[in-house]
């Protein structure tokens, strides 16, 4: 198995909505990240996971909180979010920190 | 800080021709990685090819090359024989030297459409 995957593929929630997007990788891989892409802009890191422990929070809102159940799966939990945080989310992984990532399909995201 | 550009945000190429997408950054470390993303409209990023920079020769993957040149710190991709199916958008990147906490920094990213 060499893919990662992401659900929901696409997801529509208000302001006040609690909902929370999956990642899951079975490739044996140590790490895992997420990233945030608005339209026509390259990938903006959110969060590293390095061995299910959190190891980089590029200053999020804590309305995006990361979880990292076990070594195969990163979630992101969205709670109050606004709409300038409509975006495609996308789930990496990798064998270790700064080894190649593998991408998921990614979750577009919209804020209502 | 290091810092990776893209200077071409889009290009038109007809189909079965080469190309050059270009790619240079910066960097004072001498331990650094260099990676070359496709994105299709779909949205996932699909990694294509890694240089690292003790690498004598230039990275290949099937279609795709990396002209590494390090004393001009370009990293240019080179697609042979394009097809419809690589119209995408294309990211160079890089990692930081490595450590606990090494992160892979993304250019701005150039438009890749192929003409039939």
């Known amino acids: 198995d060499t893919e990662v995957t992401q659900t929901p593929k696409h997801l529509v929630m208000g302001m006040t909505n609690k909902k929370s997007l999956k990642c899951e990788q079975h490739m044996g891989h140590r790490a895992m990240y997420w990233y945030k892409q608005k339209a026509k802009k390259p990938p903006e890191l959110m969060f590293v996971y390095s061995y299910e422990k959190l190891s980089i929070n590029e200053s999020v809102p804590s309305r995006f909180s990361p979880e990292c159940p076990n070594s195969s799966l990163l979630n992101l939990h969205l709670h109050a979010l606004q709409p300038e945080d409509s975006a495609l989310y996308l789930c990496?992984?990798?064998?270790?920190?700064?080894?190649?990532?593998?991408f998921g399909p990614g979750t577009r995201l919209t804020v209502l | 800080a290091q810092k990776i550009t893209q200077t071409q945000p889009g290009m038109f190429v007809q189909e079965k021709e080469a190309v050059t997408l270009d790619c240079t950054y910066d960097t004072s470390d001498q331990s650094y990685g260099l990676f070359w993303y496709k994105q299709p409209s779909s949205g996932e990023m699909i990694f294509l090819i890694y240089?690292?920079?003790?690498?004598?020769q230039n990275a290949t993957e099937g279609r795709y090359s990396l002209n590494f040149q390090k004393a001009r710190k370009s990293a240019n991709l080179v697609i042979s024989a394009s097809q419809l199916g690589d119209s995408a958008m294309y990211f160079c990147a890089m990692r930081e030297p490595y450590s606990s906490a090494s992160k892979i920094i993304f250019g701005s990213g150039t438009r890749l459409s192929i003409r039939p």
């Open positions: 990496a992984s990798s064998q270790e920190m700064a080894n190649e990532q593998f």
């Open positions: 240089q690292g920079s003790y690498d004598e």
